[in-house]
């Protein structure tokens, strides 16, 4: 048995993917036998001079105040938290990161798009640059999110990831690009794996939902981070075809905006017919489920993380058929998907379980 810390972004208070996939790599790593619990870090964004001169212009009063819209039920992701993700105590900066970190053999960083800049703020500290010496560092499933490195222009940053990573015991990425960029960026070798959600068995999923608050069977759901107007007269088009009224499973419809139990969420997508999603993680428990699934594509989101598993799944992208103003397509499971995936499946436990008792 090792002792074991991983490292992404289960922190999040409105990512229902973000904290599923966090606790489906612990659950897997705790059934390789191992001690397990997530470094609670989450990297503060550095102010920039032009983010210091807005804080100081709206104190003097020469500024408004962003106003933001609040949703309601944030807790539903700590109460998820609490019951499957186990973690240390805070980690607020690198030194304590350091120090916390020392008290593990081994620290995992991954999945989701944690090696991306855009979105884990502290690069070195997600590249593992504040685990000390003696610790063995491992990557699962870690993504850069896009098909390029984002920071190419930054010779100084690329070079330190680059001598970080040359540390690392194993390094595997969940998108085929990553391993591409490990090699041709930075100098190292790399394996393809697939997303923990897509890794864990039905035993993970049942336990999640054994519970699921007023759950109930829908026809049709939709979970788009990036809706608009378009998207929703959309929904009623595709809705209309079979009379069906599309649900949102990312908030309840309620007169102040509230997120749904992860349990909930969870059931929903499982429970359904059809699943309408921008989503990454979405997509993959919906195809995962057997759902008819109907794909918005989002660059913004990285689209390069799609489209390598749709190759590796052998999913296919076809036209909806459907006159919609929002860009849509229908994804197809071959005859294949079931094979491909015990087959990616064994692979990436022989790469982690390799990874975790080497």
Known sequence: MKKVAILNFQYSTHNYGAVLQAAALEHICRRLGHEVQHLDYMAKQRVTFKGRV????????????????????????????????????????????????????????????????????????????????????????????????????????????????????????????????????????????????????????????????????????????????????????????????????????????????????LALIRNAEVVVTDSFHCICLSLRFGKEVIFCPNEHRGQARLDSLFKQLEISVEPLGIDVETPMFKLSRSDRFNEALDKERKKALTFLSGALDG
């Open 54 to 265: 807005g804080q100081a212009l709206r104190k003097l009063g020469l500024r408004k105040t962003p106003s933001h819209s609040r949703v309601a039920n944030e807790e539903a992701f700590e109460s998820f938290r609490e019951m499957f993700i186990s973690r240390t105590k805070k980690i607020r900066n690198p030194s304590e990161f350091s120090s916390v970190a020392k008290g593990f053999d081994i620290v995992i960083v991954g999945s989701d798009q944690v090696w991306r800049p855009a979105f884990a703020k502290d690069t070195i500290g997600f590249f593992l640059g504040h685990v000390p010496d003696g610790v063995d560092r491992v990557s699962y499933a870690a993504s850069f999110g896009t098909a390029s490195w984002e920071k190419s222009g930054d010779a100084v940053l690329t070079d330190q990831v680059s001598k970080e990573l040359k540390r690392f015991k194993a390094i595997s990425c969940r998108e085929e690009s990553g391993v591409e960029i490990c090699r041709d960026v930075f100098g190292v070798e790399a394996e393809h794996v697939l997303d923990p959600l897509l890794l864990v068995g039905d035993e993970f999923f049942e336990s999640v939902i054994s519970n699921p608050p007023e759950c109930s069977a829908e026809n049709i759901v939709y979970y788009k981070l990036d809706s608009t107007p378009d998207f929703q007269e959309d929904l009623l088009r595709i809705a209309s075809e079979g009379g069906d009224v599309p649900v949102n499973i990312y908030l309840k419809d309620s007169l102040t905006p509230e997120y749904r139990e992860v349990a909930d969420w």
